[in-house]
Each structure stands twice: as structure tokens, then as C-alpha cells.
């Protein structure tokens, strides 16, 4: 099966579990999860893998185990690959449509720490504030989680303060929901999103590289 985006039923689908997240409504609409949302995310992994490997689909079941919130499914199916450098490429679809995005998410401790150090030297700083200007040129989202205030050892006025702050770094893209959803051209908007991440992902890999921590299941 090729990718041919996802059909309108998606978005009706997550608009209905918006509004009636219970195993009833899911049991009733099963059949359209599997056919307008997940046959063509497997449809788009097989087209990226050999580029970006498979994507990997997120379970649809919340764990409500520490929640106060208590609704079983999530409103919105997520799929992701890694490099073996540690950038992800991810890609998610709800009721409020479509997002693409790539980048270090969720890094470890010792590669934001590698990611401080490296926006603290003049060179490699500049350099990736460069990128991270490109990116924002082109209409695409940089940044990612952040601290409040100046990391430990690093002064609160540094001139890159901002980057420093980060606790991750992406370069990402959402779209409310358009007719192009339900066509081929859906692979082309996510995959231009991650190519968007090019640069960064080069300067993250040059300077931070993968963790050297045990790895972990970070992504649910």
C-alpha cells in the first residue's frame, strides 16, 4: 500500500474521541482507527525508512496509573524513528491536524551537558545560532523545553542565553487540517519539515552525539 495521506475520517475520528474519550466510543470506531489512521502511517514508514528508518507508532492507551486524569486513549496518534547520532523524527496527527518535527528531544544529562558546553564556545555557538535563525526564517518552530533561569556555572545575561536555557533542541512545523492531508503530498510537507533539521541535526551531532547512558524507553 502507498501513502496516499490520511482521509478525512482521521480527523473525524479524534474529533469524536475529543468528545467521547470512553472504550465505547473506541470499540464502536476501532475499525476506523485502523484503517484512516494507522494503514497509513505503516504506509508512510515504509516510504521514509529506507531515509530515516521505521517510524514507530506510539501506544494508543493513556498510562492513567499517576494521573488524575482517567480517559484510556490518547487524542492523537504519534509515530517516531531515531538516528543512531540520537536525532528523532517524529511525526503526529489529531483533530487539530498534522505536526512534523526532528531534532533532540528529551536529550540525557550528559548530552546537554555536551549541548551547554558547546553553545558556551564563541564558535560553535554562533554557529548554531545561525541555524537556529535559518530555521525560524523559513517559518518552522526551534527550541524546545527550557529552564526558567541560567543553567548551574552559566551567567543569566550570557549572550545565548536563550539556547542554554534549552533542555532539548528541534526544528518542527504543525498544520491545522487542509485538504492536502488526504493526499501523497502529506509525505512531502513532513519530510520537508525534517529536512529542516538538517543543519541543526548536524551541529548536534558534531557537538552532543548519541547518550552514553543506558538506554531507555523515552518514547511510551
Known amino acids: ?13 479524534y474529533e469524536g474521541l475529543e468528545a467521547d474519550n470512553s472504550k465505547t466510543y473506541w470499540t464502536a ?4 482507527y485502523e484503517s484512516a489512521v494507522v494503514a497509513p502511517f ?5 516510504e521514509v525508512a529506507d531515509t530515516f528508518g521505521p517510524l514507530r507508532l506510539f501506544r494508543p492507551h493513556r498510562d492513567v496509573r499517576f494521573s488524575k486524569d482517567k480517559s484510556p486513549y490518547k487524542t492523537g496518534q504519534g509515530a517516531v524513528t531515531e538516528s543512531e547520532e540520537g536525532a528523532i523524527y ?3 496527527l489529531s483533530a487539530a491536524g498534522l505536526f ?3 531534532g533532540f528531544y528529551r536529550p540525557a544529562p550528559d548530552q546537554i551537558a555536551r549541548m551547554r558546553e558547546a553553545i558556551d564556545d564563541d564558535t560553535a555557538g554562533k554557529a548554531l545560532e545561525r541555524a537556529v535563525a535559518t530555521a525560524r526564517k523559513a517559518g518552522y518552530q526551534c527550541g524546545g523545553d527550557a529552564l526558567k533561569t541560567a543553567p548551574k556555572g552559566y551567567a543569566k545575561d550570557h549572550p545565548r542565553i536563550e539556547l542554554l536555557r534549552l533542555k532539548g533542541l528541534t526544528v518542527g512545523k504543525e498544520w491545522s487540517p487542509a485538504r492536502w492531508f488526504e493526499t501523497a503530498k502529506a509525505k512531502d510537507r513532513i519530510v520537508a519539515a525534517w529536512r529542516a533539521s538538517d543543519e541543526i541535526n548536524a ?5 552532543v552525539g548519541p547518550s552514553t547512558a543506558p ?3 523515552r518514547w511510551g
Do not use: C, Q
Open 100 to 102: 512534523a518535527g526532528s
Open 1 to 13: 500500500m502507498s501513502f496516499r495521506g490520511w482521509p478525512a475520517e482521521a480527523i473525524t475520528f
Open 90 to 92: 517524529y511525526v503526529a
Open 29 to 32: 470506531n476501532k475499525d476506523v
Open 42 to 46: 505503516r504506509a508512510l514508514s515504509d
Open 203 to 207: 551541529w548536534l551531532t558534531k557537538h
Open 215 to 217: 538506554p531507555d524507553d
